[in-house]
């Protein structure tokens, strides 16, 4: 079946550690999405792809990157400048430029900071 | 620039009763407009979305919204709750040439036996 796998679904990290969440998908999706989601203040995008090898920062790209070398994978990578990273992470891809914007989402990754 | 605001952080229905959660947009362009339903610890899923065409658009499990242009606005409503439908709503909006989709804070909805 066609969808998005987010990986791991739960992870602790320590105070001044990078972690990468991973996302793949096997929609043939040409845009990909990472959003944070914090109670009660909805999906906030950190950062999107249209295409291979390029990415645009979203509203809260501050502290996290990315990368795109393959259609099918668009890790997040937490860094130790993100000051409040405990949050639930999730992927989304859609059909590209052009497309209703309707997003196709991943399980999610909730990650904790000890 | 485009924004979403749900009125209602919480609501609570009996089972059987009505459902409506409310959404009001603003959009410089015309806009798509989606609702999501997003179930503890899950990503989000596709209720229903209007781009063009009828202003009434029927969706998944029952529910339907009507997309009324003179209000801004986009709620979702479905005739008879069931418990279910208890999870949280997210109202969405994107331009008609898109580039990132915008969502609302979300509305939990929860169902009383």
């Known amino acids: 079946d066609g969808g998005i796998t987010q990986s791991p679904k739960y992870l602790f990290r320590k105070e001044g550690q990078n972690v990468t969440l991973s996302c793949e998908q096997n929609l043939n999706h040409d845009a990909m999405y990472w959003y944070r989601q914090d109670p009660g203040q909805g999906l906030r995008l950190i950062y999107y792809?249209?295409?291979?090898?390029?990415?645009q920062k979203g509203d809260i790209a501050e502290g996290y990157s990315v990368s795109r070398e393959k259609k099918e994978s668009f890790p997040l990578t937490v860094t130790s400048a993100q000051k409040n990273p405990t949050a639930f992470y999730l992927c989304?891809?859609?059909?590209?430029?052009?497309?209703?914007?309707?997003?196709?989402f991943g399980e999610g990754s909730r990650l904790t900071v000890l | 620039a485009q924004s979403v605001t749900q009125l209602g952080s919480h609501v609570s229905v009996s089972e059987g009763a009505l459902v409506l959660l409310r959404c009001n947009y603003s959009?410089?362009?015309?806009?798509?407009l989606f609702w999501y339903v997003q179930y503890p610890n899950q990503g989000l899923q596709l209720l229903l979305k209007y781009t063009t065409g009828a202003t009434l658009v029927k969706g998944i499990n029952g529910f339907e919204a009507e997309f009324k242009k003179s209000e801004t606005s986009f709620h979702l409503t479905k005739p008879s709750a069931h418990m279910s439908d208890a999870a949280e709503y997210f109202c969405a909006v994107s331009r008609a040439s898109y580039d990132k989709v915008i969502f609302g804070p979300g509305t939990s909805l929860s169902v009383i036996p």
């Open positions: 959009s410089s362009v015309p806009p798509y």
């Open positions: 989304a891809s859609s059909t590209g430029t052009g497309n209703t914007g309707e997003l196709f």
């Open positions: 792809s249209q295409i291979v090898n390029d990415f």
